[in-house]
Each structure stands twice: as C-alpha cells, then as structure tokens.
C-alpha cells in the first residue's frame, strides 16, 4: 500500500476580525493536514474558531496570514475561475438544511442547479440519481418533493446529494448533525463513512461535540480559542488526550467515558 496521501495542508492560518479593542483572533496560527481518504473531525466548544477555519479552507473567507495548499497546489489567493474550479473539488454542508433550500424549489430543481454545470441533461440526470444513491435515497421518492415534504434526516442528506453532485475530491460538513436528533444523527454520521468507504472521500468534520468526533474520526484537531491545542489519530486524542482541553471536554461526554 502506498503512504497516506495529504490532499490539503494549512500553514500558520490566522484569521483576524475587527481592529484595536474589536480585534478578535478567531484562528490563531494553525497548522494543519487533511489525508486523502480520511474523516478529519475539528472539535472545540462554541467559538473556538472552527467555521472560520472551515470558511478558510472553503475559501469563502480570506485568511489573514497563512497559506492553504490543496493537492500540491497554493490556494490560498485564488480568485475567478481558478476559485471555481476549486469550488468543484472542494463542496461544503452547513448545519441548517431548512434554510439552505429554496422553500419553493423541489429537490429536482435544487439539485439541478448544477445541470448547466455538467452539461448534458441526461448525464446531469444520472448523476443526480447517483448523488442520491450514495446517501441512501432514490430519486423517484424525493425529486419531486418540497422540503416541508422531507424529514430532517431526508433533507441533511440531499444537501450531501448536492455537494456530491460536483464529485467533490474534498466534502466539508460544518455541525451538519446538529440540528437532527440523537438516530437522525447517527444516520448522517453513518452516510459519511460509506463515503469515505465507498469513495474514498476526504472529509473534513466540524462539530462541538467529541463523542461525534470519536464516533466517525480518522483523525481529530482540538480547537480553543483559535488555537490548535491538539492534533493527532482519533484513538490516540480521544483515548490518550494530552492537553487539558481535550480532557475537559471528554469529560462532558459521560457515556465515551465509561467505554475509555
Ligand atoms: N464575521 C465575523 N466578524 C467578527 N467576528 C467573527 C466573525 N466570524 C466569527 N467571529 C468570531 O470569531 C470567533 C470564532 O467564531 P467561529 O464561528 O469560527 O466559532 P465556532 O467554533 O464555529 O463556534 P460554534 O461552535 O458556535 O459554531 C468567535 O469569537 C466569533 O465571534
Ligand atoms: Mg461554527
């Protein structure tokens, strides 16, 4: 078997808002990689940076210092079509799949927004029915639905459906589950390790919670206050944490406690 792969890399990646008494440090000087073929799970209380590392790593946002490398390439300032290009590897899911859809749109047309993308209508077709496939749904029992038609579980998994319309070589799901209840969510976590199994998907996890982290994690980064206070496999952060964060927030997990 050839090593792991590393399919992204950040380099002292700071984000700053504000200025003077305003200034916020959101992500301090991080230095991070992303394995191809692997769930990397960002985990830290609220605040502690991770949607701005994530919106950095979209490049949605940019960064204040630092460089971002994907597949050997610097991304870091990207703009134009070199920016859309990117957005074709690189697909993200956001916590609320309510307020991501268009209440009037169906799930075809949702989806089919990436049809001028793709071209051709029948192949846009057979990669919609793909998308929905690799999350467990069938086109003939959602594509002509609205999202109040849906159940939460049903949407979350279309809003993967879409980002896997562009075949992404990288998925980001920012607090996807969070929303959904205790089964719905373990069903969501469920759907991104049959990528990760079946595609050989890359993704990067964002969540609160270290119980999610240690149930779908290859890999864990330990956010506080914009700082990356711990890296390292899954088992090694959440069996044998080094930093006192990571224990603290261990502890909130009762029950991953008891089976430590
Ligand atoms: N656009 C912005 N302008 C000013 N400050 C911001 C902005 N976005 C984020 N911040 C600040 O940066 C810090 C990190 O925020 P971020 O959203 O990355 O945290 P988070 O870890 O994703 O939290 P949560 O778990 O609540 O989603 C917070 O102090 C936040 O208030
Ligand atoms: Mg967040």
């Known amino acids: 078997m050839s090593d792991p792969k590393v399919i992204f890399r950040g380099t002292g990646v700071t984000r700053r808002f504000g200025r003077g008494k ?13 394995t191809e073929g692997q769930i990397t799970t960002v985990v830290g209380e609220s605040g502690s940076g991770k949607s701005t590392l994530a919106r950095m790593v979209l490049r949605l946002l940019p960064v204040s210092e630092g460089t971002l ?9 990207i703009t134009g079509s070199a920016r859309a290009d990117y957005w074709k590897d690189v697909q993200a899911v956001f ?14 047309r949702l989806l089919s927004r990436s049809f001028r993308l793709l071209g051709e209508r029948a192949a846009a077709e057979a990669r919609m029915e793909e998308a929905l496939n690799h999350v467990g749904l069938f086109g003939a029992d959602v594509l002509d639905r609205f999202p109040h038609q849906l159940s ?5 998994r279309v809003m993967i459906a879409r980002a896997l319309m562009m075949q992404p070589k990288l998925l980001i799901a920012d ?16 759907v991104l390790t049959d990528l990760r199994d079946t595609l050989g998907m890359t993704i990067l996890f964002i969540t609160h919670d270290i119980g999610q982290a240690n149930y779908i994690a290859d ?22 944490p080094q930093h006192e964060y990571t224990r603290r927030l261990l502890s909130d997990v009762p029950r991953l406690n008891q089976s430590a």
């Open 69 to 77: 490398e994907f597949n050997g390439t610097d991304v870091t300032t």
């Open 22 to 34: 305003n200034l916020v440090e959101a992500v301090k000087n991080v230095d991070f990689t992303l």
């Open 152 to 156: 939460g579980g049903q949407r979350q």
């Open 219 to 240: 890999q864990v980064l330990v956010m506080e206050h914009g700082e990356m206070v711990e890296q390292g496999p899954a088992d090694k952060v959440i069996f044998d």
């Open 175 to 190: 607090e996807a589950t969070s929303m959904l209840d205790a089964s719905l969510r373990v069903n969501i976590l469920n």
């Open 95 to 108: 916590q609320d799949p309510f307020s991501a859809f268009n209440q009037f749109f169906t799930v075809r």
